[in-house]
């Protein structure tokens, strides 16, 4: 696991449809997806300091916001820092197409 105190330095992507954003882990922890954007969860992120990618393992799965993190969160076995998460929708019949990035927001890894 990442060390709380090198959160500011890890600077991580969250997928959105419409663009995605790179918050800091502290900024993200801090905020979270937001009442309007819950299905939005970190897909990717890396070290700002060296841009060194950094494997999502390495970050609190609460903080993830994935499918897998949310169905957690509902059966009481991680944290919901953010407050209880809604339910997720049925699974879809995902494209082909779709890039992995926005396909992992639909599976429960």
Do not use: C
Not at 72 to 99: A, C, V, Y
């Amino acid at each position: 696991m990442i060390d709380p105190l090198d959160y500011d330095d890890i600077i991580v992507t969250v997928a959105h449809p419409w663009g995605d954003g790179h918050p800091t882990l502290t900024q993200w922890i801090a905020s979270g997806p937001g009442e309007h954007r819950p299905l939005v969860g970190i897909v990717a992120a890396k070290r700002g300091s060296t841009g060194d990618p950094i494997d999502l393992g390495e970050i609190p799965l609460e903080y993830h916001n994935s499918r897998k993190s949310r169905r957690l969160q509902r059966e009481g076995s991680l944290p919901t820092p953010w407050g209880p998460p809604p339910d997720d929708p049925p699974m879809l019949d995902i494209p082909i197409n779709t890039p992995p990035h926005i396909r992992r927001m639909f599976e429960d890894d």
